[in-house]
């Protein structure tokens, strides 16, 4: 077999992580480790100029590792910058300490991964792995399915979304755990699957759990899984999800209703990546990435006493929060002509379209049940609709239910404008031409207005289109 080139570029002798990730690497007998210490204060830049032009060239190494000290990630950052331009595949950083800032500032930069102490085989080893293996991966059918189940699903265009979707990819290319936070319906789930089927571990399982739904008894079992025998009715062995997620992602919703005990436990496979069904008295091993999600806020939840404080730092090595649907009301719009045409196509309805007063309604409502709520009301609407044209009584929306006014009247004036442009590029399919001689507007004054609002017209050709496909 092949063997493989590993660079190691130690900027951080005195911690000893060199050293250890080195002893870790060499267990391996096709990998081969070349290793340097350096003093980032004194020849820094000398070593990276040799290195970039001898060292790494000459071997050209499938991993770099780079072991850093956080005091001087700055500078690390700049080294980081130059080791980008070498032919690895993949750049590794290992730092002493990190917080999620200087997490997302590494990834940002291209990092691949990055590792905080302590450091174990069974921890490293996987990810170089999945690193090797990822170079193998770009021809072949998996980016299609990225492209389906990764950031495809996550719809919308309003700055507080963006910022939080932005984050995905990175998220995706390490191999931390992650705590999401946000509503009820606001797409934790989604998110999740999507920093999965982005990440090294796309061919294997994700396994999406929700905590609250496990009867209290029945969680450990449900996990762990069970030996033979092990209690009443046991008659068989039973192998639980974290067996069934290993090499892929374990999504455990509403983190915070698991019960405390269980939290030990699964704290424990957390820090040893071990385990033990229940009645059996071998340990298992498992390597599993965890993403955790609730609707509530963690802290909080530390403090009520649901959530165990060691846990919620074991996970929450990068946070991701999803706004709720009311601070991006700019994307309600476009959420709901996406859900019109999906329904439309799955009932074997015609095209539909909203009415301008439908349109103010969805714009004024508070959505407590977020984007899941959005999606149901839609689907209701479009499963009854009689007539082309769905109008606001046609939407169901609950009666008395809290709305959202508009604080002045040139809020309420401007949202009226956007949902007319936008129900006018629908009814023409993106034709900003037709659309603007329907409002009797000429065409420069009617392009002004969908740069005003930011419009993208060509979303109403691509819903058009998919329209005419599914017919």
């Known amino acids: 077999m092949e063997e493989i080139n590993i660079s190691l570029l130690d900027f951080h002798p005195s911690s000893g992580l060199g050293s250890a990730l080195r002893e870790i690497l060499a267990s391996v007998p096709r990998w081969a480790v070349q290793s340097q210490q350096v003093s980032l204060a004194d020849e820094g830049p000398a070593v990276i100029n040799r290195y970039l032009t001898g060292s790494i060239k000459n071997c050209n190494p499938g991993v770099m590792f780079l072991v850093l000290p956080r005091n001087l990630l700055k500078q690390g950052q700049r080294i980081i910058q130059r ?55 770009r021809q072949t059918p998996l980016r299609e399915l990225k492209g389906q189940l990764g950031l495809g699903q996550l719809i919308g265009e309003s700055e507080a979304f963006r910022a939080a979707v932005k984050k995905i990819p990175r998220i995706a290319r390490c191999d931390a755990s992650v705590m999401i936070s946000g509503e009820t319906g606001t797409g934790k789930e989604l998110c999740a699957r999507a920093i999965h089927y982005l990440s090294p571990r796309a061919r294997r399982a994700f396994i999406p759990v929700n905590c609250g739904a496990i009867p209290t008894e029945l969680v450990e079992n449900e996990l762990f899984g069970h030996a033979c025998g092990a209690f009443t009715n046991a008659a068989s062995a039973q192998s639980g999800l974290i067996a069934e997620a290993d090499g ?112 103010e309604l969805l714009l004024r409502y508070e959505w407590p049940g977020n984007v899941r709520e959005l999606e149901h009301l839609i689907a209701r609407a479009v499963a009854l609709a009689e007539r082309d044209v769905i109008e606001g009584h046609d939407l169901g929306l609950p009666h008395g239910a809290s709305a959202a006014l508009p604080s002045s009247f040139r809020e309420a004036k401007a949202g009226f404008e956007r949902a007319y442009i936008e129900d006018l590029l629908l009814a023409h399919h993106g034709n900003i031409t037709k659309a603007a001689q329907a409002a009797h507007k000429n065409r420069r004054a009617f392009w002004e207005l969908i740069r005003k609002y930011h419009i993208n017209a060509n979303s109403f050709k691509a819903d058009s289109e998919s329209r005419s496909a599914a017919k």
Do not use: W
């Not at 590494?106 to 990810?127: C, E, K, S």
């Not at 939840?301 to 929450?316: K, T």
């Open 83 to 137: 080791l980008q331009k070498a032919p690895a595949a993949a750049l590794i950083v290992v730092l002493d300490a990190g917080e999620p800032d200087d997490i997302f500032e590494l990834l940002a930069l291209g990092v691949a991964d990055f590792i905080t102490p302590p450091l174990t085989a069974l921890d490293i080893l996987p990810r170089v792995r999945r690193l090797l293996e990822q170079t193998c991966e």
């Open 248 to 359: 892929g992602a374990l999504f455990l919703d509403e983190i915070d209703c698991l019960p405390l005990l269980a939290q030990v436990k699964f704290l424990r496979f957390l820090q040893e990546k071990e385990y033990r069904p229940l009645g059996s008295a071998k340990t298992r091993r498992a390597d599993v990435r965890v993403i955790a999600a609730a609707n509530v806020d963690f802290d909080e939840a530390v403090r009520a006493g649901r959530l165990r404080q060691d846990l919620y730092y074991r996970l929450n090595v990068i946070p991701l929060r999803l706004p709720p649907l009311r601070e991006r009301r700019d994307d309600i719009p476009l959420l709901a002509r996406h859900f019109l045409a999906r329904y439309a196509a799955d009932f074997n309805q015609p095209a539909l379209s909203l009415s301008a007063d439908a349109m």
